[in-house]
């Protein structure tokens, strides 16, 4: 029994066969491979232009901004200031009542004391004990030493402004006036005591937690010789240096006749026996 083979496709329909393969014109094919190309192409183009577009936008809102922003900042910057100076004005305003209550209470109390003699001679102890811790505002012959800062440093410089007067170079005067034998010292008009701090708080010095500008007067009261023993001390020498190095004015000029003010409201801590607080 002999095997059966498979015949042959038909001619017939291996031409429809390719009919159907390649049912479009090859040119018509070409065409649109083209066009689906530059159709990719194009949207390539359109994403860059709207990526660009939204950069030139982000760039231009955070120029704008920093714009805005700018006359903000200085105008908060001036409204701290405005405040600061407001502020200062006001305790300036009961720094000077309170001296004048402290002058009442001085008068009352030396009338109170002015019957019999150990009266007497006790308000001369309490105004004596008052000119030693600050309280009271202290007169006699002395000297003024007057600090400025030097020249500014140039525009761009790196580092710190050595030409500036700082707490440091104030604290420095404070100590040779007072080993030279002064009996009172104050720096623009802010009385030095054993409670008053003399430190810096970013560009500013403060003394007793006052702030202050320079110039800065430091104004002693002592011996007639003060101003002498001052020139001759060792904080002297130093400061001739900083004028030397770094351009500080420094003036020193003695006083027949010098008035240095109280502190007013000098408090005073303090522990008894068996207090172990």
Do not use: C
């Not at 001085?106 to 009266?119: F, I, K």
């Amino acid at each position: 029994m002999t095997s059966r083979t498979p015949a042959e496709p038909d001619a017939s329909l291996s031409l429809l066969r390719r009919l159907v393969d390649d049912a479009l014109d090859p040119g018509y094919q070409e065409a649109t491979d083209r066009g689906d190309s530059e159709g990719a192409n194009w949207r390539h183009s359109i994403a860059i232009g709207l990526a660009i577009a939204l950069t030139a936008t982000l760039a231009t809102a955070v120029v704008i901004q920093v714009r805005v922003g700018a006359p903000d900042e200085g105008r908060t910057r001036a409204e701290l200031t405005d405040r600061v100076q407001l502020a200062t004005a006001s305790v300036e305003a009961i720094d000077s009542q309170l001296d004048d209550l402290n002058r009442d209470a001085d008068e009352l109390r030396e009338t109170a004391l002015a019957g019999t003699g150990p009266d007497r001679a006790l308000a001369d102890e309490v105004a004596r004990l008052q000119a030693e811790v600050g309280v009271a505002e202290v007169e006699g012959p002395g000297v003024r030493v007057v600090m400025d800062d030097g020249p500014p440093a140039p525009v761009g410089s790196a580092g710190p402004d050595l030409a500036r007067v700082l707490d440091t170079d104030i604290q420095l005067v404070v100590n040779g006036l007072f080993a030279a034998g002064a009996a009172a010292v104050a720096v623009n008009g802010q009385r030095i005591t054993a409670l008053s701090p003399i430190r810096s708080a970013g560009d500013a010095v403060l003394v007793g937690f006052r702030p202050l500008t320079p110039p800065y007067t430091i104004s002693a009261v002592g011996s007639e010789s003060l101003a002498t023993d001052f020139e001759s001390g060792n904080a002297r020498s130093v400061l001739g240096n900083l004028e030397a190095t770094y351009g500080i004015d420094v003036s020193v000029v003695a006083e027949e006749n010098l008035g240095v003010p109280g502190s007013g409201d000098l408090q005073v801590s303090y522990v008894t026996k068996g207090d172990r607080s």
